[in-house]
DNA sequence: TGTCAGTTTGGCAGTCTCTGCCATATTGAC
DNA sequence: GTCAATATGGCAGAGACTGCCAAACTGACA
């Protein structure tokens, strides 16, 4: 409530956006839905749609609600105790999804498309990239070198964070969430005890 | 030499049209460039150049040089020891783009336009997916649970093998390629010890 | 050498994505 | 109620990409 009206009519008018495409996408499949055609299901003009979204693929990656922003990751980070810290972060955002998620559960809805569409997939990891950045530049900031913090930033953004949510989106969410994060660390941890 | 006739005239003509490209790309930037006039210059129709590579972008992922297939990162695979699995795979393409590297070292001009342009980035990550699966797969069939299978896969392709990759080009090529590996692999292990 | 099937290439028309530009409408403050 | 800031819509156009068909080319075989 703390957002400004203006703020707060275009989000709205974006989840709207969002949830109409859904609708369309669900119906007559991603690449055979046009953004013209989105646009007047929902009520708006093609180049309004393109500044909100900047692209068809932004539909996936411009809602505020799908994506953690890096702020909140600063707030659970331990450099000292990494994957502890993605535990707590995962662990959060479960209990946002739950049963009792409003809009944040709809935020689900496409990542089918993530999975299934190249051209939303190659979108999305571009989004990664940026949180990944984002980390990597936490962990240099802590002291780690470059090479350290890169690697590391991406391995468990890419492979501990969205690898979990991808596989407990494959299973069809019924598992909770951060067991998925508790075995991918356990995994990572194994693979390199031997090396 | 094994490679019939066609086929070598069309990897050749591949060859020819990357670096006409990349020419252009560097005298003009990226996204200055047409796809049209990349064909004009290298003396192909603009269909031909689709055909080929499918994308503006396919021009960085297409050429097998630049690209390890996963074939080769099956045979250098221990999946008691994956650590020291990409320790040798890394080598041996830091041994094939020494310095009597031929067309291989001519792959690395375009990574320059992988790290700047948000497009290309991002077909280069889709690429890259398609690695990880295959490695996911591998490991799966080696008894792996799906999670950390897909886990793992992602955290040493995108993390260990491209973050070094990419961290190695930043600093300019000059140190040794398998000291980065060396360097990411003991990141990631000192990250999972507290966990 | 000449023929012929299979493959590759080029040209064309058209769709879709995305952007710059300007006019119009809406908003919120005073 | 007026005004400046901001959001929206419409338009024109560039560029990416595809389907389609005709022309050119390749390599084998008689």
Redesign the pocket.
Known sequence: MAMP??AR??QS?VHHIIDTAMDLFDEHGYQQV???QIAAAAG?????F??YF????GLFTTDPYASTDLAEVGRYLDVHDIPGSFQRLVTLIAERSGPDAGRTGQAWRGMRYVLEEPPVRAAVYAALEEGSRGLADLLRAEGMTATAARVTARAYWFGVYFGSLEQWHLDGRVRPLPDYVTEALAALRASGATG
Request: aromatic share 6%.
């Open positions: 009206l203006r009519n275009r008018a046009t953004v013209d708006v003009s093609p180049r309004t393109y500044r900047g692209s068809k693929e």
